[in-house]
C-alpha cells in the first residue's frame, strides 16, 4: 500500500514537496484554501494589462531545474528562462543612475563612470561573498539545521574555518561601509537585506551573501513571467500523479499521542500517513493543532517587513526604465527605523518598479507599460487605508521628482495589494512575505524547524520555516522535507 500524504497549501514549497513524494511512490494529495495553486506567486489580468502580483525577481532557476531533473522530467517541457544582462537599474534623488549590468565587464566601467571609483574593490568584495556563499550558505541552506548530524563532519568544519568574527558581530551596513565605502554602493547593497524582509542596519554581516545570488549568479526572467513558475510546478505535479483539492480550508490537523493522523476539512476528516504543512508555521500550531503555547513562542519571533502593492496601466512608454528599477530613499537608515522600529509610513521610501512588458509586449496594450510598484511597510497592524492614500502619494513625488514628470496622469489602471490582504490571501501572519526576520544573529537558528518534534510524521515546509522566504530557500526546504521524509 502507497503511504497517503497529505499537504496543507499549494504554494511554491507545498508543490515542490508533492512532486518531489509523488516521484518517490506517495501518493500524495493538496489541500488548498483558494481556487489555484502558487500561494504568493499570483496573476493579475485587467483591461489589456497582465501583472504578476508577488513574488518578481527570479534566482537560482538550477533549484527547480534539479527538482525537474529528479522527477525524471525535462524542465525545457514545461518552462523557459533567460539570463538578464541587466539586473537592475538604480535611481538616486541626485539625478545618478546606476546600472548594475551582470557581466563585470560592463559593470567595472560602470561604477568607475558613475561613481568614480575603482571598481577593485567592489569586484573583491563580489569574490568574498562568493566564497560566503559556498562555504558557509551552502551549508545552512542546505542541511537540516536542526538536526546534530548536521553539525559533525567536514563541512561544518571547513565553514565554521570561513566565518570571520565580524560576518557575526557587524551588522549589513557596518560590513559594506568597511568593504564598499562609497555610500551609493553601500545602499545597493543594503537593500539585499530586504529579499529575506529584513534590516540592513540590525541584521548581521553574514547576510551580505544574499547579494550573490544576483550579483555573481544573476537574475532570471521566466517566459510568461513568474507565474510561469507557479503553472510549471503544478503541471509538474499532475503529470507525476498528485491530487488537488482546491476552495478547501483545512480546519484541523488530527493527531493521537505522538503521531498526526490525518487533516479536517468542511468535508469531513481525511486519514493521512503524513502531513505537510506548507501554511504559515504560526497558524499551523494556533489554528490546526490547537497548540497555542507554541503558536505564543513562535509569535514573539519578530516578522519580517510586508509591503504595499500598487499594479498600474500606464498609459506610455518610459524608456529610461527596464523591467527591475529601484528609486532608493535619500537617507536609508531613517526609512529602516519607520518600517521596523517606529512602525510608521516613511514619506521618501524606496520604491520598487517591475515591469514585465519590457520582456513581454503582451503584458500591455501597445504604446503602454504594466508597472508593480512595491515599498517595504510595516505589517498590518500599522497600515490603514489612510496610509495607503499617504504611501501612493509619497511614491508619486518620488517617480515625479526622480523622472522628471508628473506621472499620475498616465496611470489609467490602478489595483493595490496591502498586507492585509496578503495576509487574508494566502494566511500569512500580519502580512509578512518572507515569514521572520533575520535581524539578530540567532533569528536563523530560531526559524523553525522543517521536522515536526512532538509528532513523528509532521512536517513542514516553505518560507516561515527552515532556510526561510524566498523562491530559491522555499524550493530548498521542500527537498529537506521529502529528505526527512525518506530517512
Ligand atoms: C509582494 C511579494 C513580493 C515578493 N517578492 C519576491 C521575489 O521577488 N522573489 C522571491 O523569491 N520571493 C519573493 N516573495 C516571497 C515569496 O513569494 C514567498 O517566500 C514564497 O512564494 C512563499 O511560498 P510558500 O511555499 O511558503 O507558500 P505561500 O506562497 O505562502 O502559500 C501557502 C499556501 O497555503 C495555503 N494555505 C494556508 N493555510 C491553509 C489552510 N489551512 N488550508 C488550505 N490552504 C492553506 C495558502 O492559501 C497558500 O496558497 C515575495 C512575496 C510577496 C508577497
Given at each position: 500500500m502507497k503511504q497517503h500524504v497529505a499537504i496543507i497549501g499549494a504554494g511554491v514549497a507545498g508543490l515542490a514537496t508533492a512532486a518531489r513524494?509523488?516521484?518517490?511512490?506517495?501518493?500524495?494529495?493538496?489541500?488548498?484554501?483558494?481556487?489555484?495553486?502558487?500561494g504568493k506567486l499570483g496573476l493579475l489580468k485587467l483591461n489589456g494589462y497582465t501583472w504578476d502580483t508577488g513574488p518578481s525577481l527570479f534566482t537560482q532557476p538550477h533549484l527547480l531545474q534539479q527538482l525537474f531533473t529528479d522527477c525524471g522530467k525535462d524542465i525545457g517541457?514545461?518552462?523557459?528562462?533567460?539570463?538578464?544582462a541587466i539586473n537592475t537599474r538604480y535611481f538616486y534623488e541626485d539625478g545618478t543612475l546606476l546600472i548594475s549590468y551582470k557581466n563585470r565587464l560592463q559593470l567595472g566601467p560602470e561604477i568607475k563612470a558613475k561613481l568614480d571609483i575603482d571598481p577593485d574593490d567592489l569586484f573583491k568584495f563580489l569574490d568574498e561573498i562568493k566564497e560566503m556563499y559556498a562555504h558557509i550558505g551552502s551549508i545552512f541552506l542546505n542541511q537540516p539545521i536542526h538536526s546534530l548530524c548536521t553539525w559533525w563532519g567536514k563541512p561544518i568544519v571547513t565553514a565554521l574555518r570561513?566565518?570571520?568574527?565580524?560576518?557575526?558581530?557587524?551588522?549589513?551596513?557596518?560590513y559594506h561601509v568597511r568593504s564598499l565605502r562609497h555610500p551609493k554602493l553601500v545602499q545597493l547593497f543594503d537593500r539585499f537585506a530586504t529579499y529575506n524582509g529584513s534590516n540592513p542596519y540590525?541584521?548581521?554581516?553574514?547576510?551580505?551573501?544574499?547579494?550573490?545570488?544576483?550579483?555573481?549568479?544573476?537574475?532570471?526572467?521566466?517566459?510568461?513571467?513568474?507565474?510561469?513558475?507557479?503553472?510549471?510546478?503544478?503541471?509538474l505535479c499532475k503529470d507525476l500523479g498528485v491530487s488537488f483539492h482546491f476552495d478547501t480550508l483545512v480546519q484541523k490537523i488530527e493527531k493521537c499521542k505522538h503521531s498526526v493522523t490525518g487533516i479536517t476539512t468542511a468535508n469531513g476528516t481525511i486519514p493521512a500517513d503524513i502531513v505537510v504543512s506548507n501554511s504559515d508555521v504560526y497558524f499551523t500550531y494556533k489554528n490546526l493543532l490547537g497548540?497555542?503555547?507554541?503558536?505564543?513562542?513562535?509569535?514573539?519571533?519578530?516578522?519580517?517587513?510586508?509591503?504595499?502593492?500598487?499594479?498600474?496601466?500606464?498609459?506610455?512608454?518610459?524608456?529610461?526604465?527596464?523591467?527591475?528599477?529601484?528609486?532608493?530613499?535619500?537617507?536609508?537608515?531613517?526609512?529602516?527605523?519607520?518600517?521596523?522600529?517606529?512602525?510608521?509610513?516613511?514619506h521618501d521610501p524606496t520604491v520598487y518598479v517591475n515591469i514585465t512588458c519590457k520582456m513581454e509586449a503582451s503584458h500591455a496594450p501597445d504604446g503602454c507599460e504594466n508597472w508593480?510598484?512595491?515599498?517595504?511597510?510595516p505589517d498590518e497592524r500599522y497600515i490603514t487605508s489612510e496610509d495607503i492614500t499617504a504611501i501612493?502619494?509619497?511614491?508619486?513625488?518620488?517617480?515625479?521628482?526622480?523622472?522628471?514628470?508628473?506621472?499620475?496622469?498616465?496611470?489609467?489602471?490602478?489595483?493595490?495589494?496591502?498586507?492585509?490582504?496578503?495576509?487574508?490571501?494566502?494566511?500569512?501572519?500580519?502580512?509578512?512575505?518572507?515569514?521572520?526576520?533575520?535581524?539578530?544573529?540567532?533569528?536563523?537558528?530560531?526559524?523553525?524547524?522543517?521536522?515536526?518534534?512532538?509528532?513523528?510524521?509532521?512536517?513542514f515546509a516553505g518560507g516561515t520555516v527552515h532556510p526561510g522566504g524566498g523562491i530559491p530557500l522555499c524550493l530548498r526546504s521542500a527537498k529537506l522535507v521529502a529528505d526527512a521524509i525518506e530517512k
Open positions: 513524494l509523488a516521484v518517490k511512490g506517495y501518493s500524495v494529495s493538496i489541500y488548498e484554501q483558494n481556487s489555484k495553486p502558487g517541457n514545461y518552462l523557459h528562462y533567460k539570463i538578464l570561513k566565518v570571520k568574527l565580524p560576518y557575526l558581530f557587524s551588522s549589513m551596513h557596518q540590525s541584521a548581521p554581516a553574514v547576510l551580505c551573501m544574499i547579494a550573490h545570488l544576483e550579483m555573481n549568479e544573476g537574475a532570471y526572467y521566466p517566459a510568461g513571467g513568474m507565474i510561469s513558475i507557479a503553472d510549471a510546478l503544478y503541471n497548540d497555542g503555547k507554541k503558536a505564543q513562542k513562535i509569535k514573539q519571533q519578530e516578522r519580517s517587513s510586508s509591503a504595499v502593492i500598487f499594479y498600474w496601466g500606464i498609459n506610455r512608454s518610459l524608456k529610461q526604465l527596464g523591467l527591475h528599477n529601484i528609486f532608493f530613499a535619500e537617507d536609508y537608515k531613517a526609512e529602516f527605523n519607520a518600517i521596523f522600529n517606529t512602525h510608521q509610513v516613511y508593480f510598484v512595491l515599498v517595504n511597510t501612493r502619494k509619497n511614491i508619486i513625488d518620488k517617480l515625479t521628482r526622480i523622472l522628471g514628470k508628473n506621472i499620475e496622469p498616465y496611470i489609467t489602471n490602478e489595483e493595490v495589494l496591502s498586507p492585509d490582504l496578503i495576509a487574508k490571501q494566502t494566511s500569512s501572519y500580519l502580512g509578512a512575505l518572507y515569514g521572520t526576520a533575520s535581524n539578530n544573529k540567532i533569528a536563523a537558528f530560531l526559524r523553525h524547524s522543517n521536522v515536526s518534534s512532538a509528532y513523528r510524521n509532521l512536517f
